[in-house]
Each structure stands twice: as C-alpha cells, then as structure tokens.
C-alpha cells in the first residue's frame, strides 16, 4: 500500500529486487532502512481516516488524538530528513563541468576532453533537416564522427558522457561564419555521356564584388579534391567543369567556399547522390522490324558511369508519323527496363510511314536525357490521303479551266485581227451535178476487170410507109 500510495502522491518510490530497493528517480539509490520508514509513514497517514472513526479519536482535544498527531509527525520528519541526507551525499551533475567540446566541420568530427573511468558516452547532431543523428561512444572514447551532411545552415551538437557515478553533458552550436547572404546560390551538378560532369552556381545577393569561390569535391572514404576547371563570368568562378569521376562515390559531399578582401564570405555545401544526377545517353542500336501485324522496336541499355541493371532505367519512345513534327499526332509512351528492352506497336496501314525517338531515365526519378536520332520504319511511299486528292483535283481543274480560257481568248484576239477575204462567185462553174458524174472510161476500164460479157448490137430499122 506504501508503495501505491507513494506512486499516486508522486513521490519517488521505488521497486525492490533480490532484497533491496533501488529507486528509479533522478535522486540515485535509497537505503532499505529509510525507504522502510518512508513507507511505514504513508502507511499510518492512510489509516488516520480509519482511526478518527474510534470513539476516543472523534474528539479534537482527547488525549489519543493528541499522542498519535505527534507520532506521525515525528515518523514523517524523521524521514524527510534521512532522504534530505542521502540527496546531499549523493554526487550531483556540476554546473561548471566542462567537457571543451570541440567541431571540425571538414572531417565531421566532434571531440572533447576525456574523463577518468568513463562508462557511457553518446552524441547527438541536431539537423534541421534530417533530424536527430545519434553515435554511440566507445568506452574511454573521447571522439566521435559524423556521416557527411549539410552545414551552412548551421547544426546543434550534444555530448553526453557518465562518469564515476556522475552525469556530464554539453551543446555546442554550429553557425556558418560569415555575412549573410555572400554564400553561393542556385547549385546544382549533372554528369553527361558517363564520365564528365558539369556544376554550376550564381554569385551570392549579398556578396561582394571581389569575392572569389572554389569547389571541393569530397568522396566516402575523405578523399578531397579542389575544381580543376572553373567557368568564369566577370573573373568570378561560377561553375566547374570534370572530366575525371573515377574518385567518386555513390555518395559525394560537394563544399563551395568564398574568398573576399571585403567581408567574411560563407559557405554552401551539399551531399549529391550521384545516380540521381546523371543525365544518361540515349539508348545503342535502335532496330525495328515489321511484320503483318506489328513493328518491333528494339534496343540496348546504354552506357552509364557505373553498371546499372535493367530495372533500374525506364525508357520514353516517341513514335509519330513521317514528316509530321506536330505534337497533337505524336505518341509518347513509356517502357521500363524490365521489359526486356523492346516494344511491340502495332502496324499502320500499308502506305503510312512513321519514326521512332528513345531517351532514358532513372526508373525511380525521370531524369530525362536527350533524344536519339529518329528511326524510320514503315512503307517508303508516303501515305495519301483524302485532303492530298481533293487538292490535286481542284488545282488541275482550275489549271485547265486557265488553259481553256487562254485558248479561247487567243483565238477571238486573232479572229478579230485576221478576218477571212470574202470571194467572188463563179456561177459558171458552180454546179454541183458535176460531182455526181461518172466518167465512162473509168467505169469501163474497171469493168474490163471482171468476166467478159457478150456485146449485142442493136440496130433499129424503120418501116417504108404502105402504097396507097
């Protein structure tokens, strides 16, 4: 009941194991002997209710009540004195302990100085944007390291240590030194065609006219390099070009710093996933092969700067037809590597005519490259169509109503210019019975050419008159 109780007035009870009673409050250990008595002394305050039931305890000023007033007082004093004397015995976290906790923001080491007989250790990087980072302390290690994150924007550090039964802990803030606004803005990188690579920034709001930066380019296992070629604008290095990736990691830390005569310039820093900046070239040997029903179209997974399986890069093929560029009859579909790398479009009709473009990306973010040079597959014929007759028919009606209409004004032009000489009429000659006339020897000399045929001769003979 003590121990209930004890919990439910919230003081600091604690639990009993093999005999003995630790407490789990921030007091440290209580002896047995006054939690005993702690205990016993709640255990009477619960039963004063049931004993002011008695009839020698109802009365205010009786004697008993008197005598056992004072005995619970003096039980409760005597044992908030003996858990007074234990708390002052007890070691207790020093206010001015000091760790001298230290920060290298190059090598993301945190260290301070070691204590005899250390126990337990931990540190804690508060980042605004990934959160809590905890490590775990070795014991008598005076030194941890963080994994590469961001810093301009600045982090909180924490160090706890226990030693010699004594609690040690210190904060130290993580500023980014410098005016603000001189850092560089708008960074950003790509790797192209798998072995160079391309970063960029602008010159800070703030910044001043003289301010140079520099790029270094740190890896997973702390190998740091400086830019060995910077783009220039105005004599100030806004960007850096590589040609040589072969140092870096999956993960790379990339740290802009500034120089200045002016002001105190400050930092921007980054960690890039290098697989998500890559801009991947366009697939290697795009075929396509027809058939009655459909075109296949296949092709091979490009080269990247490190080996990627098929699952990992999604593919973009844009099919539209021959010598059409509008965008309304284009088809952009999308195909994933595990596919196979090919993609089976149904066949047009037999005189259409299309082209094929493929660009990559990564199948988890669509970063995508540039385009392939276009494919043409289909009939060589271009397709016709109705619009392509209906025009064909209307020029060649009005190029022969021209025709006829210019051969038809001429020839009035040279009616009206030549007009015929009239001529005088011979009614001597004028007969046309003369066409009609056969000529004898003609017929003659054509009927010779048939069988002969007898020739009678007919002689007429006339009568004398009769004598009277």
């Given at each position: 009941c003590g121990s209930l109780a004890g919990e439910r007035w919230g003081l600091q009870v604690g639990r009993c194991e093999h005999g003995a009673c630790?407490?789990?409050?921030?007091?440290?250990?209580?002896?047995?002997?006054?939690?005993?008595?702690?205990?016993?002394?709640i255990s009477l305050l619960l039963l004063l209710p049931l004993m002011a039931g008695a009839p020698d305890l109802h009365r205010l000023g009786s004697p008993t009540s008197l005598l056992a007033t004072a005995f619970l007082l003096s039980v409760v004093l005597d044992s908030a004195w003996l858990l007074t004397q234990e708390q002052q015995d007890l070691p207790a976290v020093k206010p001015d302990a000091s760790l001298n906790v230290k920060f290298d923001p190059q090598t993301t080491k945190l260290t301070w100085d070691c204590k005899e007989n250390t126990t337990y250790g931990e540190c804690v990087l508060?980042?605004?944007?990934?959160g809590l980072i905890k490590k775990k302390v070795?014991?008598?290690?005076?030194?941890?390291?963080?994994?590469d994150c961001s810093l301009h924007g600045g982090v909180t550090l924490t160090v706890e240590v226990s030693t010699n039964q004594r609690?040690?802990?210190?904060?130290?803030?993580?500023?980014?030194?410098?005016k603000e606004g001189t850092a560089a803005e708008n960074f950003s990188c790509v790797i192209y065609d798998a072995d160079f690579m391309n970063c960029s920034w602008a010159k800070g709001r703030a910044a001043p006219d003289d301010v140079q930066y520099f790029l270094y380019v740190r890896s997973k296992k702390r190998i740091e390099r400086e830019c060995p070629r910077y783009l220039k604008d105005s004599r100030t290095h806004v960007g850096c070009h590589l040609r040589d990736l072969s140092g870096l990691t999956s993960y790379s830390y990339f740290l802009v710093n500034g120089t200045s005569q002016e002001a105190g310039i400050q930092f921007f820093d980054s960690v890039l996933l290098l697989k998500e900046i890559e801009q991947y070239n366009p697939p290697d040997n795009i075929s396509v092969q027809c058939n009655a029903s459909h075109c296949l179209i296949q092709w091979e997974k490009p080269r990247t700067r490190q080996a990627r399986s098929n699952r990992e890069l999604q593919y973009q093929l844009d099919i539209q037809r021959w010598r059409d560029t509008s965008s309304s009859r284009s088809q952009l579909i999308i195909v994933f590597g595990d596919s196979g790398n090919r993609y089976?479009?149904?066949?047009?009709?037999s005189k259409a005519k299309h082209t094929v473009k493929i660009r990559t990306a990564d199948a988890r973010k669509a970063r995508w490259g540039a385009w392939s040079p276009p494919v043409e597959f289909g009939s060589e014929e271009p397709e016709s169509s109705l619009v392509y007759i209906y025009v064909m028919v209307v020029l060649g009606t009005l190029?022969?109503?021209?025709?006829?209409?210019?051969?038809?004004?001429?020839?009035?032009?040279t009616h009206r210019l030549f007009p015929p000489v009239p001529q005088?009429?011979?009614?001597?000659?004028?007969?046309?019975q003369v066409d009609h006339e056969m000529l004898?020897?003609?017929?003659?000399?054509?009927?010779?050419?048939?069988?002969?045929?007898?020739?009678?001769?007919?002689?007429?003979?006339?009568?004398?008159?009769?004598?009277?």
């Open positions: 630790v407490s789990q409050g921030r007091g440290g250990t209580r002896s047995p002997l006054t939690l005993g008595v702690l205990e016993s002394a508060i980042h605004k944007e990934k070795k014991q008598n290690d005076c030194q941890c390291t963080f994994p609690r040690l802990s210190e904060v130290l803030v993580y500023t980014n030194p410098g089976n479009f149904p066949k047009p009709g190029v022969c109503g021209l025709t006829l209409g210019c051969l038809f004004k001429r020839f009035l032009k005088i009429k011979d009614k001597l000659n004028d007969n046309q004898w020897e003609k017929f003659t000399h054509e009927a010779g050419k048939g069988d002969k045929e007898e020739v009678l001769t007919v002689e007429t003979v006339s009568e004398a008159p009769a004598k009277l």
